[in-house]
């Protein structure tokens, strides 16, 4: 027996939107029991690019128990990542002499890199910033490539690494 000569009048369907589903069941805790959904604070859109600095951004470096040398462009009270996280971000390396050695905004497409396979310097830096953050990093041989060097990006042995890098987004 198909449906319609079972129950009648064939009903269609309304598919709503996430926005009007919460308007929906806001509506419906409002007629349940009274309450009002909260108004949340709006949220300021984040800002990208590696050139767009707080203007209170510190002119000198800090330096952690490790060696790693960071200073914070923009804060982020965003959500940060951890070790085991995933991160997308655009960065800049360098050397101490100013060779650019990698660069993904040259790409035009941020990378997606999981932060625990990166160099040290990299897994200690970037959770000190939330999502949305910029933070110029010294990175001494120890917490990067070391003895060894990286042949494939032109870094030397025991060279110090001097990133910038942004944090689009965490995952």
Not at 21 to 46: D, I, N
Not at 105 to 123: C, D, F, H, M, S
Request: with cysteine; aromatic share 8%; proline share 6%.
């Amino acid at each position: 027996m198909n449906m319609q000569k079972r129950f009648g009048k064939r009903r269609s369907t309304v598919v709503l939107g996430m926005d009007d589903r919460l308007r929906f069941w806001g509506c419906v805790l409002v007629a349940c029991c009274g309450c009002q959904p909260q108004a949340s604070a709006p949220v300021a859109p984040l800002r990208f690019g590696p050139n767009l600095v707080d203007a209170d951004a510190p002119k000198e470096f800090s330096t952690t128990a490790s060696g790693l040398q960071y200073r914070i462009l923009r804060k982020s009270d965003q959500i940060k990542p951890t070790a085991a996280g995933i991160v997308v971000v655009h960065y800049r390396g360098r050397l101490s002499d100013g060779t650019v050695f990698v660069n993904s905004y040259e790409g035009g497409k941020p990378q997606q890199v999981a932060l625990g396979k990166t160099i040290q310097g990299w897994q200690e830096g970037l959770q000190l910033i939330g999502r949305g953050g910029l933070i110029d990093l010294k990175i001494p041989p120890e917490l990067a490539y070391g003895e060894a060097g990286f042949v494939d990006f032109s870094i030397p042995p025991n060279a110090v690494l001097r990133y910038r890098i942004e944090l689009i987004d965490v995952r």
